[in-house]
């Protein structure tokens, strides 16, 4: 059973960093493509950040570009989500989402999601 | 960079059908894959048609996806409607000269 669990969220002042971690099983994660998407209070999802199954290909949203950056261990199983620079709209639930190929195309799996509050 | 345009909200009676629309601002639909999720309340969002118009295992074959190059746009319809249907729909593709996913802005479907 392929599982997603995101950690790391909380509540952070504007300006201040914050490291989100996945920690994925049930399948052979350096396979696949992986990537964070977000979505605030009340609003749609927005991706934010995708990595390739071998780090060769990295993207990013324009709105977190220069701030953000992803990475990945797939000695450890696990995806990564550097946040620096933080502002009030990165308040928002991240979920870890896995791709169903080696880069982009599609989300097959996702998790529950970690909260992330920028405030003072 | 191209956008994804949905509906914001459509609503229709039990046993019906209703289509979602997803329009792609500039470049053809048919350039990338579209996507459809289904997201319902406090849940992380499952996909319910993939490439266009594959469906995973386990979705009914009430939904199913299209697209037209005519309107540059994909469509989800749902038949045969029924209340656990009810939820929000986001309609996802991808830029690969810019890599980047990008996501509609999402429907609400209301059964009533």
């Known amino acids: 059973e392929v599982q997603l669990v995101e950690s790391g969220g909380g509540l952070v002042q504007p300006g201040r960093s914050l490291r989100l971690s996945c920690a994925a099983s049930?399948?052979?994660?350096?396979?696949?493509?992986m990537h964070w998407v977000r979505q605030a209070p009340g609003k749609g999802l927005e991706w934010v950040s995708g990595?390739?199954?071998?780090?060769?290909?990295?993207g990013y949203a324009d709105s977190v570009k220069g701030r953000f950056t992803i990475s990945r261990d797939n000695a450890k199983n696990s995806l990564y989500l550097q946040m620096n620079s933080l502002r009030a709209e990165d308040t928002a639930l991240y979920y870890c989402?896995?791709?169903?190929?080696?880069?982009?195309?599609?989300?097959?799996?996702w998790g529950q999601g970690t909260l992330v509050t920028v405030s003072s | 960079n191209f956008m994804l345009t949905q509906p914001h909200s459509v609503s229709e009676s039990p046993g019906k059908t209703v289509t979602i629309s997803c329009t792609r601002s500039?470049?053809?639909?048919?350039?990338?894959?579209v996507q459809w999720y289904q997201q319902r309340p406090g849940s992380a969002p499952t996909t319910v048609i993939y490439?266009?118009?594959?469906?995973p295992s386990g979705v009914p074959d009430r939904f199913s996806g299209s697209i037209d190059s005519s309107s540059n746009s994909a469509s989800l319809t749902i038949s045969g409607l029924k209340t656990e249907d009810e939820a929000d729909y986001y309609c996802?593709?991808?830029?690969?000269?810019?890599?980047?996913?990008?996501f509609g802005g999402g429907t609400k479907l209301t059964v009533l």
């Open positions: 996802q593709s991808y830029d690969s000269s810019n890599p980047r996913g990008v």
């Open positions: 500039s470049g053809s639909i048919a350039s990338n894959y």
């Open positions: 990595i390739s199954w071998n780090s060769g290909s990295i």
């Open positions: 049930g399948f052979t994660f350096d396979d696949y493509a």
């Open positions: 490439e266009d118009n594959q469906r």
């Open positions: 989402a896995k791709d169903m190929n080696q880069w982009l195309s599609y989300f097959d799996y």
